[in-house]
């Protein structure tokens, strides 16, 4: 089917560009979702798929937190190999994702999950806005400046700070007259 679309082979061929990610995981997802027709943000999606956090609470005992797995567990099950994928062929965020999580809890899972879960929503994004993966989209450390994309010819300007106002204090008048002036009247 995904051949014979015009349309549909050039969101997936837009989408397989994650190495990791196969053309039957992309099937699976469009026909599990139906094409991401009936979501209107990323979060329905999370949670229609079981990846929604939910936390083990009553009254003052606080459990552990984990996914609900209450939504479709084909879309879990077709994201589990892409997650090993992504994180062995370093693929956009998706390692650095891995690495924090597994040093927060020592937990492998736990990360691979992580990843999933991002690996939904990116291609979810990438359904919705028709665009092609750039794995060198958040490939920053965040310690260099931002720089403009072009130049125009023009230099930034310099910030100039304003001066400083001094303000009358209450002791002072703010006016030249005396206080005998002032309580004569």
Known sequence: M??????LKERTNKINKIKGVSILTIATLIAETNGFYLFKDHR??????GYDVIENQSGKTKGK???????NSHIRRCLHMPAFNVVRYNQGAFKPLY?????????????????QRKLLVLIYTLWKNNSEFDPDYHKTSGNEELKPFFSLGFEEPEKKVAPI???ATQDELPCNESLEA???L
Do not use: C, P
Request: glycine share 10%; no cysteine.
């Open 44 to 49: 329905q999606l999370v949670s229609y798929s």
């Open 165 to 167: 106002k001094i303000r």
């Open 2 to 7: 995904i051949e014979g679309d015009g349309l």
């Open 65 to 71: 937190t984990r996914i609900s797995k209450k939504g």
């Open 99 to 115: 690495e924090r999580v597994f040093e927060r809890n020592n937990l492998k899972m736990q990360g691979y999950v992580a990843v």
């Open 182 to 184: 002032l309580f004569s």
